[in-house]
């Protein structure tokens, strides 16, 4: 990946991050579960769409708006599981972060 796409892909992380909906939707995700746990689907290792939105005191629908955006930046995976959609941190865009943010 050359280093101006990089830049780009990281804009559109941050672009995404700065919405404080979003942010605490992925800090969240990031702090209360195991990233990269994409194998293991329980409860321990996954939130809820309709259980973030009652933390964040939204309605679910705006929370699947939040959802679909971290999710297309790739900072989130999902996976349906009936009427709920899981969702979890993937680890690769957490090192990818790290790495990036390290002078």
Known sequence: ???????EDFAEIFKALSNANRLTIFLRL???CRPGTVSLF??????YVGELGEELGVVKSTVSH?????????????????????????????AALKEFLSF
Do not use: F, Y
Not at 42 to 47: G, L, Y
């Open 66 to 94: 939040h959802i679909k955006e971290l999710r297309r930046v790739g900072l989130i995976r999902t996976e349906r599981r009936g009427q709920k959609i899981a969702c979890w941190v993937d680890p690769d865009i957490l």
């Open 1 to 7: 990946m050359s280093n101006s796409k990089n830049i």
């Open 42 to 47: 329980d409860e321990e290792n996954s939130a």
């Open 30 to 32: 990031a702090s209360c």
